[in-house]
């Protein structure tokens, strides 16, 4: 599992605080320790870790004009290396106008649509996807933080969604990534649920996708 820009958002309940059933912070690992050295190495380097394709694609992007209003992302926020710093790792976060959640490539979409007339990208789409590379790229090595109380309610649906069986096996997403983490499930070593470096690039992907996608 490659992560060109970590982190970049987390999944409500991993963020929230540890409780009854919930891994200990001192014993949260992240997917990279399950790494071969081979992937490590991938992951690594920036020439070598084919995820930077899209960060590229998302520089070239940053600085079209688009939509009605002919503006460019560089247009409002100039250069991503400085104005994005940080961003990625406050999402998702709760809108006020719209009284909800919305992650990063949400709030990107809701860029296009008011400030360049666009209209939204796909979801997995190619050209979102590079974006959110590149502004999470930004944010790599920051902390991720989940102190707005208003996220709370959205934090405990998540935890229930985590925590419930469903499915023909009558599993819940905990039950392999809180549980069981570490061991051997048809020779793949579980991770923890820590959904951080989101968009990567998956190997068994060929290609980068978004944490909806994973799950």
């Not at 605080?17 to 071969?36: C, F, K, T, V």
């Not at 079209?64 to 250069?79: E, P, S």
């Not at 007339?117 to 790599?140: F, G, H």
Request: aromatic share 6%; hydrophobic share 40%; charged share 25%.
């Amino acid at each position: 599992m490659l992560r060109p820009a970590a982190p970049i958002v987390a999944l409500f309940v991993v963020v929230a605080l540890a409780r009854s059933g919930e891994i200990p912070l001192a014993e949260r690992r992240s997917s990279y320790e399950h790494m071969s050295a081979e992937t490590k190495a991938m992951q690594d380097g920036d020439t070598d870790n084919p995820g930077m394709l899209w960060v590229l694609d998302g520089e070239a992007r940053w600085r079209v004009k688009a939509g009605k209003a002919a503006v460019a992302c560089a247009g409002c926020h100039a250069d991503a290396e400085s104005s994005m710093k940080g961003v990625a790792a406050r999402y998702p976060a709760f809108d006020p106008e719209r009284r909800t959640a919305v992650d990063l490539a949400g709030r990107i979409n809701i860029c296009r649509v008011e400030r360049q007339q666009a209209p939204e990208l796909a979801r997995e789409s190619k050209d979102l996807l590079a974006l959110a590379a590149l502004i999470a790229r930004q944010s790599r090595g920051l902390p991720i933080r989940s102190d707005d109380e208003r996220l709370k309610p959205f934090i405990e649906a998540g935890r229930t969604i985590f925590e419930t069986r469903r499915g023909q096996l009558d599993l819940a997403c905990a039950h392999c990534h809180n549980d069981n983490w570490g061991k051997k499930l048809a020779g793949i070593t579980l991770p923890q649920g820590h959904p951080t470096g989101y968009p990567l690039y998956r190997l068994e992907w060929q290609m980068l996708g978004s944490l909806q996608r994973r799950l």
